[in-house]
């Protein structure tokens, strides 16, 4: 049946997001966001329906992440959109673009504590406090004009999730909307970098003898300069996770993802001047309360309440991170210099680091890092096997090929992220490595992959349940209760949702399961219980 072509408020919002280039949507179909639905296969925009709408955000997030454009949430009212909040703060804490679409009981019912179908107290205010921003639109100019304004939030500020709410009335109401006022906007000129500043910092930074450079998320787009740069100073680069392959991993200056851990973090510490990048250099990422740096600091940031935040600035930059290092890499002469710190011994003491803080999971993250695809996307969540093991070991040379929530460490995240990250680019081998306890939040998208027929290989470490909680119990002087957790037939389970599952016994397996589930396709499951490595 033909889709009846009605151009309500749903529509316009819709058809202004693909002019931005908007070709995916992810969310679930429900009784009152059926207008945000009408318009899609007449413009091009493929609806992926996960089964859980916090799997939609986490998808969305995937698909952006390899896109570079926000993931958009199409939810319904009441409970879909407070079922995808945990992916919005996820966006919020990692700094990542997202726009939610869900619909709004209609003007002037708003409180009226009826009992109407989705009824919640105050929908505004509970995502509200936690997106960015949100707005409850009251006329289809207002609702595509979020939608501008949400794009000029994303490309000149602190990319995070933003929510649109439009009252039922109004999403279904007909509009004469001109064509002009859903044409994507032009993207801004960045604004320049004070000079001033720029100057200091780039005399600093010349005079340094023992310089390093910090990266953030936000240096995800800065790619080029942040080589350069630290060619020109002889600066060894270490990054948070988020900016993890924004210098390729193996290039001879970097020291990886590898802030949280000793050996690396003091290499920032202990320069005489270190260049801070797009970091709030926060708890999480450094696993310390602090850096505190011992030598100069200068920092780049789009936004100026960030630039002493958690660490004082000697010079700050606010600006987007590519054009102020194009600014420094102007007042820096050209050629390269030998870096003082002896980036190769700093990598050998953080490996026996890790090795020292969790060899089980240290040796089977390597052996995974070692059996995955070069080109790989990776996904994972807040598990052990990500933050004590795979993280440290797996190197990978662009930005945004690791797919993670350092900050908000969700659990439930790294599955639908495998399942956007194929959607988004179907060229390279997307893998989610997840534990066990933390796959169990988002077993049903198993049937999304299967739906959308997405070649995504998952390799679940199965350690008997929450390890990481049970040590942390054991630790207070609590016995073990509530993490030692049933398990089902994993390869079993696979199977009943049409998928591939297999299971390893020994370690040496794992290699030749990995090259064939990669090269067979479709959904695929490897089953890694933990007494593999023991």
């Known amino acids: 049946?033909?889709?009846?072509?009605?151009?309500?408020?749903?529509?316009?919002?819709?058809?202004?997001?693909?002019?931005?280039?908007?070709?995916?949507?992810?969310?679930?179909?429900?009784?009152?966001?059926?207008?945000?639905?009408?318009?899609?296969?007449?413009?091009?925009?493929?609806?992926?329906?996960?089964?859980?709408?916090?799997?939609?955000?986490?998808?969305?997030?995937?698909?952006?992440?390899?896109?570079?454009?926000?993931?958009?949430?199409?939810?319904?009212?009441?409970?879909?959109?407070?079922?995808?909040?945990?992916?919005?703060?996820?966006?919020?804490?990692?700094?990542?673009?997202?726009?939610?679409?869900?619909?709004?009981?209609?003007?002037?019912?708003?409180?009226?504590?009826?009992?109407?179908?989705?009824?919640?107290?105050?929908?505004?205010?509970?995502?509200?406090?936690?997106?960015?921003?949100?707005?409850?639109?009251?006329?289809?100019?207002?609702?595509?004009?979020?939608?501008?304004?949400?794009?000029e939030l994303f490309r000149t500020g602190r990319p995070r999730p933003v929510y649109i709410e439009i009252p039922l009335d109004v999403l279904e109401s007909e509009t004469e909307l001109a064509d002009a006022l859903t044409a994507a906007h032009p993207v801004p000129e960045p604004q320049p970098v004070d000079a001033a500043a720029v100057a200091e910092a780039a005399q600093l930074l010349r005079d340094a003898q023992n310089p390093a450079i910090l990266a953030g998320g936000g240096s995800r787009g800065a790619r080029a300069g942040i080589q350069a740069l630290a060619e020109r100073l002889g600066a060894p680069v270490v990054t948070t996770s988020n900016a993890k392959g924004v210098i390729d991993e193996f290039h001879p200056l970097s020291l990886g993802a590898n802030l949280r851990l000793d050996a690396a973090r003091n290499v920032a510490k202990t320069a005489d001047v270190l260049l801070v990048v797009g970091s709030k250099l926060g708890e999480a990422d450094l696993w310390v309360d602090a850096l505190e740096a011992e030598g100069k600091v200068v920092r780049i940031d789009i936004l100026e309440s960030q630039i002493n935040k958690n660490q004082d600035a000697t010079v700050g930059l606010v600006g987007d991170a590519e054009v102020a290092l194009d600014a420094l890499l102007n007042e820096i002469p050209a050629g390269e210099k030998p870096s003082r710190v002896d980036v190769a011994a700093v990598l050998e003491a953080v490996r026996a680091e890790s090795l020292e803080l969790d060899r089980e999971n240290a040796e089977l993250g390597r052996a995974i890092a070692e059996a995955l695809p070069e080109d790989v996307i990776l996904s994972t969540?807040?598990?052990?096997?990500?933050?004590?093991?795979?993280?440290?070991?797996?190197?990978?040379?662009?930005?945004?090929?690791?797919?993670?929530?350092?900050?908000?460490?969700?659990?439930?995240?790294?599955?639908?992220?495998?399942?956007?990250?194929?959607?988004?680019?179907?060229?390279?081998?997307?893998?989610?490595?997840?534990?066990?306890?933390?796959?169990?939040?988002?077993?049903?998208?198993?049937?999304?992959?299967?739906?959308?027929?997405?070649?995504?290989?998952?390799?679940?470490?199965?350690?008997?349940?929450?390890?990481?909680?049970?040590?942390?119990?054991?630790?207070?002087?609590?016995?073990?209760?509530?993490?030692?957790?049933?398990?089902?037939?994993?390869?079993?389970?696979?199977?009943?949702?049409?998928?591939?599952?297999?299971?390893?016994?020994e370690l040496q397996e794992l290699r030749g399961a990995v090259d064939a589930a990669v090269s067979a396709g479709g959904l695929q499951l490897i089953h890694v219980p933990f007494s593999v490595i023991e």
């Open 381 to 505: 969540d807040s598990s052990k096997i990500a933050y004590w093991g795979l993280l440290n070991e797996l190197r990978v040379r662009k930005p945004n090929s690791v797919q993670y929530m350092a900050t908000y460490a969700t659990l439930g995240y790294g599955l639908p992220a495998a399942l956007g990250a194929r959607v988004a680019d179907s060229t390279r081998p997307s893998v989610a490595v997840i534990g066990d306890g933390a796959l169990m939040f988002a077993l049903q998208e198993f049937i999304t992959a299967v739906e959308q027929q997405l070649d995504v290989t998952v390799i679940v470490v199965d350690n008997g349940g929450y390890a990481e909680i049970k040590g942390n119990e054991e630790q207070v002087g609590i016995a073990p209760i509530g993490v030692d957790l049933a398990q089902p037939d994993w390869p079993a389970l696979i199977n009943a949702f049409g998928g591939t599952g297999v299971g390893i016994t």
């Open 1 to 151: 049946m033909e889709t009846i072509r009605k151009r309500t408020t749903g529509w316009v919002v819709l058809e202004t997001l693909r002019n931005y280039g908007i070709d995916t949507v992810f969310g679930i179909p429900g009784t009152h966001n059926l207008e945000l639905y009408r318009p899609l296969t007449h413009l091009g925009i493929h609806a992926v329906t996960t089964r859980h709408e916090q799997g939609a955000g986490y998808g969305s997030d995937g698909w952006s992440l390899q896109t570079g454009l926000p993931g958009v949430v199409i939810t319904t009212s009441g409970p879909g959109l407070l079922n995808a909040l945990s992916a919005a703060a996820t966006s919020f804490a990692e700094s990542r673009p997202m726009i939610i679409l869900s619909p709004g009981v209609a003007l002037g019912a708003e409180f009226a504590d009826v009992g109407t179908l989705h009824e919640t107290k105050d929908q505004i205010s509970a995502a509200q406090a936690i997106v960015e921003w949100g707005r409850r639109v009251t006329t289809a100019e207002e609702a595509v004009q979020a939608v501008h304004d949400a794009f």
